[in-house]
């Protein structure tokens, strides 16, 4: 069964840049998209980006300037980087595989994590 | 860019139907799959439609979504309410350039 893992610290001050990892188990990261999607406080789901397993990625473009997304192969692992972290940064990270049908239309996100809850303090 | 937009909220009684409708601007809502998800607080959102109108394996045929070119829009329905129905519902599509969009989300009551 294909599992994916959110991890990271609970807690990031203002300012300061978010790390978070997502660990794929049951399934290789090989030939996949994985995804990074949130939930702000108060707000609704947020897609944040995507990684191939090559390392190309796609992020939110509202989001662009301030997001690193990079895989770890030999872990099975893919990570999160968000820079100048703010109060409006508060919510739950979810890590995710997205599915790409073969005609190359994305069909969503087919996996879950169960998410990870990041606070940031002043 | 693809704003999708939905209704803050819709509610109904158990055992009727409710359909959540996701309207698309600033682009083609037929030009791209549309995805619709479950999300109880506190839980992993959960797929409940992919590639417009298809159900992953699992998902009750109550549940059922539908695409109008006209209205540039997608709609979920859902029949035979029950009370674990209560959720946000969340549609989703792409923009040009394949950025993942969500919709606001709807709130679903269960009377």
């Known amino acids: 069964q294909v599992q994916v893992v959110e991890s990271g610290p609970g807690l990031v001050k203002a300012s300061e840049t978010l790390s978070l990892t997502c660990t794929v188990s049951?399934?290789?990261?090989?030939?996949?998209?994985w995804t990074w999607i949130r939930q702000t406080a108060g707000k609704g789901l947020e897609w944040i980006g995507r990684i191939f397993s090559t390392g190309t990625a796609e992020h939110n473009p509202s989001l662009r300037s301030r997001v690193t997304m990079s895989v770890d192969i030999s872990e099975n692992q893919f990570s999160l980087q968000l820079s100048s972290i703010s109060a409006a940064d508060t919510g739950v990270y979810f890590c995710?595989?997205?599915?790409?049908?073969?005609?190359?239309?994305?069909?969503?996100?087919?996996?879950w994590g169960a998410g990870t809850t990041v606070s940031v303090s002043s | 860019n693809l704003v999708l937009t939905q209704p803050r909220s819709v509610s109904g009684s158990p055992g009727k139907t409710v359909t959540i409708s996701c309207v698309g601007s600033?682009?083609?809502?037929?030009?791209?799959?549309v995805q619709w998800y479950q999300h109880r607080p506190g839980s992993a959102p959960t797929t409940i439609i992919y590639k417009d109108s298809e159900r992953p394996a699992g998902v009750p045929d109550r549940f059922s979504a539908s695409i109008d070119s006209s209205s540039n829009s997608a709609s979920l329905s859902i029949s035979g309410l029950v009370t674990d129905d209560e959720a946000d519902y969340y549609c989703q599509s792409y923009d040009l350039d394949n950025q993942g969009v969500f919709g606001g989300g709807t709130k679903l009551t269960v009377l």
């Open positions: 600033g682009g083609n809502i037929v030009t791209k799959f």
């Open positions: 049951g399934a290789q990261l090989n030939r996949q998209y």
């Open positions: 995710g595989r997205e599915s790409r049908e073969s005609n190359s239309f994305f069909s969503g996100v087919a996996l």
